[in-house]
């Protein structure tokens, strides 16, 4: 029999070692929440390991992520994982969304310090009687159940706020030690990054998954402006297969697709199981890498 896939690099579908998960920003109008919905409907047979909603900056969307977590709690079999920040909220606000996901059922949180009101990049101070960042999060949440699985962020291109990629080792340590079993990266394009940060981290001797964020690129001029807030770099020969393209969105969609499978399976290559991806709640590129790594539809697996 002919495998329409090269056994040296894939996993052979149905061979579940891939574990993904995908994160989703909530609606913020009736077309955005028809979009959303597609697309976890159309991922959500893929069995992802869990899918985030995201928290808006300043808990701006504080409402609209508990309504979407909750629907996809109510109305899909899929496990969510709710975003929480530490911002313009004292503890005991912040301890109540978390009593309020757990009466839910929810049990997975990812915990951020986040970024000041006035925006990222400028400088963050605590919310009074607030949680101080992140690791002080991870703890307020444990306290409250045990239960929670926490997940925090992780940065391979050192966040903006720290002074070297050690202080930014240093809080994750924090979080790791007040009870993170997962960390997620900042989405980066050259996987070495990824790689040399993994060493230092189990230089470490943190031993808890670092889950790559994985980035498909949907619009390019808007990733290098998130890139350029989150501390990413993005290479030249990125830029370089996007020129020319801005009133070609067919092309710049099917070059997206081969950039971040190209990142994908060369991470696979190199050994990583799991993918985080930000989906933008879009659907298909997700859906197609996903297809190169050998995930398929639950039910086809089963038949
Ligand atoms: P931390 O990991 O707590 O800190 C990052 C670095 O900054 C550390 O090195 C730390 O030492 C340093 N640092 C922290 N505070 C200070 C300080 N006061 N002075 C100097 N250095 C400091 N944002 C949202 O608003 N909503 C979301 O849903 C959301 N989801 C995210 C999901 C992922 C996977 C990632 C990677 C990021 C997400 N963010 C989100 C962005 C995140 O909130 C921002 O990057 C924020 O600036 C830092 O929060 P953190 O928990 O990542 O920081």
Same mark, same amino acid.
């Given at each position: 029999m002919i495998s329409a896939l090269r056994p040296?690099?894939?996993?052979?579908?149905?061979?579940?070692?891939?574990?993904v998960s995908f994160e989703f920003f909530p609606p913020k109008?009736?077309?955005?929440?028809?979009?959303?919905?597609?697309?976890?409907?159309?991922?959500?047979?893929?069995?992802?390991?869990f899918v985030s909603v995201t928290y808006g900056a300043g808990g701006s969307t504080r409402e609209r992520t508990h309504a979407t977590v909750k629907r996809i709690l109510a109305e899909t079999s899929l496990t969510p994982a709710a975003h929480l920040t530490c911002v313009a909220a004292t503890r005991g606000e912040v301890d109540e969304i978390v009593?309020?996901?757990?009466? #839910?059922?929810?049990?997975? @949180?990812? +915990?951020l310090r986040g970024d000041p009101v006035s925006g990222a990049g400028e400088k963050y101070a605590p919310t009074p009687g607030g949680y101080e960042n992140a690791a002080d999060?991870?703890?307020?949440?444990?306290?409250?159940?045990?239960?929670?699985e926490v997940s925090v962020s992780a940065y391979p291109e050192r966040h903006p706020d720290s002074a070297t990629v050690e202080a930014d080792i240093d809080m994750l340590k924090a979080k790791v030690d007040a009870g993170a079993t997962r960390a997620i990266t900042?989405?980066?394009?050259?996987?070495?990054?990824?790689?040399?940060y993994l060493d230092r981290v189990r230089a470490r001797g943190i031993d808890i998954p670092i889950v790559p964020g994985i980035l498909p690129v949907q619009n390019f001029k808007a990733a290098v402006n998130f890139a350029a807030r989150a501390g990413a770099s993005v290479p030249a020969w990125l830029?370089?297969?996007?020129?020319?393209?801005?009133?070609?969105? #067919?092309t710049?969609?099917? @070059?997206? +697709?081969?950039?971040?499978a190209e990142q994908a399976i060369d991470l696979l290559d190199r050994g990583v199981t799991s993918f985080h991806f930000y989906t933008m709640n879009r659907a298909d590129l997700v859906y197609a890498?996903?297809?190169?790594?050998g995930l398929r539809p639950a039910v086809e697996q089963a038949a």
């Open positions: 040296s690099r894939f996993m052979p579908p149905g061979h579940n070692r891939i574990n109008d009736e077309a955005m929440e028809k979009t959303l919905w597609e697309s976890v409907e159309r991922l959500a047979p893929l069995a992802p390991q009593r309020e996901y757990h009466n #839910a059922g929810v049990r997975h @949180i990812v +915990a999060l991870v703890g307020g949440i444990k306290r409250v159940s045990p239960d929670f900042q989405f980066f394009f050259e996987n070495d990054l990824y790689f040399r830029a370089e297969r996007f020129a020319g393209l801005d009133g070609d969105p #067919a710049r969609k099917l @070059i997206a +697709a081969a950039v971040a890498i996903c297809h190169l790594l």
